[in-house]
């Protein structure tokens, strides 16, 4: 069964890294971040390894940000095994 991950702030740094790393390991990872625009190339990179990584807006600010992203992402998968919160201000 294909695990599932979610990374908060994947627009650079840690959690761009960290997507990478858990989408490279096999999970199913939705990369999230306040302004997707600033996801090419993660998913430049995803096309390129064939990984499997959806670019995800959420602004872990906004409640109803978050609740959007959680429900897209529960109806398509059912289920969160990871959550790695790296969002910051």
């Known amino acids: 069964m294909e695990k599932v991950a979610v990374v908060t702030g994947t627009s650079s740094g ?3 890294e960290t997507a990478l790393a858990l ?3 096999g999970y199913y990872t939705y990369a999230t971040m ?3 625009a600033k996801g090419d190339k993660l ?3 995803s096309s390129k390894e064939s990984l499997k990584i959806d670019v995800l807006e ?3 600010d906004n409640e109803n940000s978050a609740k959007t992203a959680i429900k897209h992402i529960l109806d ?3 289920r969160i095994d990871v959550l790695v919160n790296n969002a910051g201000w």
Do not use: H, P, S, Y
Request: positive net charge.
């Open 14 to 16: 840690i959690g761009f």
């Open 23 to 25: 989408a490279r390991d």
């Open 43 to 45: 998913k430049e990179l």
């Open 34 to 36: 306040r302004n997707t």
């Open 58 to 60: 959420l602004d872990v």
């Open 76 to 78: 398509q998968k059912q």
